[in-house]
């Protein structure tokens, strides 16, 4: 089992910049790939970005290339979203996630994800 508890949410105005936290506990951080969605009210959850298990590879959805950027810290057992130039279609609640299994194939499909936090509120003003 991994445990995942999201922080770092708030309210902002846009423009603003937010740092999202994910701490992990249970079995290995290390091993799993791991990925940020977001869900929007009365809407879908989106992917938002991930990143391989030695985090040397990432993805983004196109909405926010170039804007957040995910990374992790495997000594702190800890996977970050730094949000920058945020908009009011940024607000969402947001969730980390981590892969099925250990090392396994990971991408932009939440089916991929087996482990998922209690997600964080992200609320951008105009």
């Known amino acids: 089992q991994v445990q995942l508890v999201e922080s770092g949410g708030g309210l902002v105005q846009a423009g603003a910049s937010l740092t999202l936290s994910c701490v992990a506990s249970?079995?290995?951080?290390?091993?799993?790939?791991m990925g940020w969605f977001r869900q929007a009210p009365e809407k879908e959850r989106k992917f938002v970005a991930a990143i391989g298990w030695i985090g040397g590879s990432t993805m983004y959805a196109d909405s926010v290339k170039g804007r957040f950027t995910i990374s992790r810290d495997n000594a702190k057992n800890t996977l970050y979203l730094h949000l920058n130039s945020l908009k009011p279609e940024d607000t969402a609640v947001y969730y980390c996630?981590?892969?099925?299994?250990?090392?396994?194939?990971?991408?932009?499909?939440?089916?991929?994800?087996?482990?998922w936090g209690q997600g964080t509120q992200v609320t951008v003003s105009s």
């Open positions: 249970g079995r290995t951080f290390s091993s799993y790939a």
């Open positions: 996630a981590a892969a099925r299994f250990p090392c396994s194939p990971w991408g932009v499909s939440s089916s991929q994800y087996g482990y």
